[in-house]
């Protein structure tokens, strides 16, 4: 279903034609917004398959940390990155701030950048003061941590029943105003930058590529599940079109860029 690289958010479109492009643009996106440079350090909080901690060391010459709580997710990244300076680690965001005991007596690291693509909208509103306090204990002084969220035009605390009980559990969409008293304090907004139309066009990638390869996977599963994926895809591309759903790519800094953040398109 997904891209080359196993990439599950929203692709960027801007000068895209497909779908790999589309997200290998986003990965680019997101190196650019924060000035990797070679021999910077960073950690990916949520980083599923490894595309981005991947793309990162690839294309820019990074050391790269990506922690996920799925034992698959770990074992498939490793083997795809190997060669890459990058390390999956299987842990909770809430002990990132408890370094593993061959690094113990380093003390707190710090990292040059932060980022978080598409996990946020499992972390649950009470919960979105920690999420940044620990994200400000990991950053350096002069990092820039951006967040690449789902959005939404109101704030709740839960997600759509159907979408919690049969696709993310425990999930929910953060507001403007949820995640701005959640940084209170903590971050400066650097930028903003709202491309939620652009996860329609992903979704029906997505979609697309289902249908052309269920064939190959349906021995596996039932017509339940085959009608359920669909209604899925289907009914979150079409939340996006409507624009009720929208998706962020937010750039923050601790003490504000003193000359300025310039913002990247």
């Not at 061959?102 to 598409?118: I, P, W, Y």
Request: hydrophobic share 35%; aromatic share 12%.
């Amino acid at each position: 279903m997904l891209d080359r690289r196993l990439t599950y958010t929203c692709g960027y479109w801007k000068n895209a034609e497909n779908l790999d492009a589309a997200q290998e643009a986003k990965l680019d996106l997101v190196c650019r917004k924060i000035g990797l440079k070679p021999g910077q350090s960073m950690l990916d909080i949520g980083s599923g398959w490894g595309s981005f901690i991947g793309y990162a060391a690839e294309k820019y010459g990074v050391n790269a940390i990506g922690i996920t709580v799925s034992k698959e997710q770990k074992a498939l990244a490793d083997k795809l990155y190997g060669n890459f300076s990058v390390e999956t680690r299987l842990q909770d965001y809430r002990d990132i701030n408890d370094p593993p005991s061959h690094e113990a007596s380093e003390g707190q690291r710090k990292f040059d950048h932060v980022v978080s693509l598409g996990m946020f909208e499992h972390v649950g509103c009470k919960n979105y003061r920690m999420f940044m306090k620990i994200v400000h204990n990991a950053l350096q002084d002069e990092g820039l941590f951006l967040l690449h969220t789902i959005g939404g035009n109101r704030s709740v605390r839960g997600n759509n029943q159907w979408i919690g009980k049969y696709i993310f559990p425990n999930s929910m969409i953060p507001s403007v105003k949820q995640i701005g008293k959640s940084i209170e304090g903590l971050f400066v907004v650097e930028d903003w930058h709202n491309f939620g139309a652009d996860y329609d066009k992903t979704i029906m990638s997505w979609h697309k590529n289902f249908e052309d390869n269920w064939d190959k996977i349906k021995s596996n599963y039932d017509d339940r599940f085959y009608r359920m994926w669909r209604y899925y895809l289907l009914s979150c591309a079409g939340s996006f079109r409507a624009r009720k759903n929208q998706l962020w790519q937010i750039v923050l800094s601790k003490k504000g860029v003193p000359s300025g953040y310039k913002s990247i398109r």
